[in-house]
């Protein structure tokens, strides 16, 4: 696990302000067969929404993303400002013995409101990577997902 930045390329910036989580990114030449197993369930959503939504989805980067005790990730949508290849944004929770007081809630931003999303075991979220704001709020549990985008290049 390394230190998470925001931007891409040359343009990442580490600023423990914003965003203070710890990543690792998969990749099938780990040959891990969990992952190699994810990437397959990813690929035939990916199949899904392009022949159901006509998406026009052509990859995928995902990562395990960690947030210790006191981690946050501030308000941001994820789509970068120099590349619009990210599409949707995933995010599949790990947190087996997850409690209301953990902390570490997924917070929408709409208009007028926000909605928060505990992040139990198994759930998963799925919105446009260019449309929503959100957040990681503080966390006082250490707090783990998959996280990552599907692609259009």
């Not at 990114?25 to 197993?37: G, H, I, M, P, Q």
């Not at 993303?65 to 789509?79: A, I, K, M, N, P």
């Not at 970068?80 to 013995?97: E, H, K, P, T, V």
Request: net charge negative; charged share 20%.
């Amino acid at each position: 696990m390394r230190p998470a930045g925001t931007g891409n390329d040359t343009l990442v910036v580490h600023n423990k302000l914003v965003r203070s989580d710890m990543i690792y990114w998969l990749d099938r030449k780990n040959n891990n067969s969990w992952e190699n197993d994810f990437f397959d369930l990813m690929d035939r959503f990916v199949s899904y929404l392009n022949s159901s939504c006509y998406t026009g989805i052509t990859g995928y980067e995902f990562h395990y993303t960690l947030y210790e005790e006191g981690s946050f990730y501030t308000r941001h949508v994820d789509q970068f400002g120099n590349n619009a290849s990210r599409q949707y944004s995933m995010i599949m929770y790990l947190n087996s013995d997850w409690k209301e007081n953990d902390g570490g809630e997924l917070r929408i931003h709409h208009i007028d409101n926000f909605q928060n999303i505990a992040p139990v075991n198994g759930k998963s979220v799925f919105f446009k990577s260019s449309e929503l704001e959100h957040e990681v709020l503080l966390t006082n549990a250490p707090r783990m997902s998959i996280t990552g985008w599907l692609k259009m290049n």
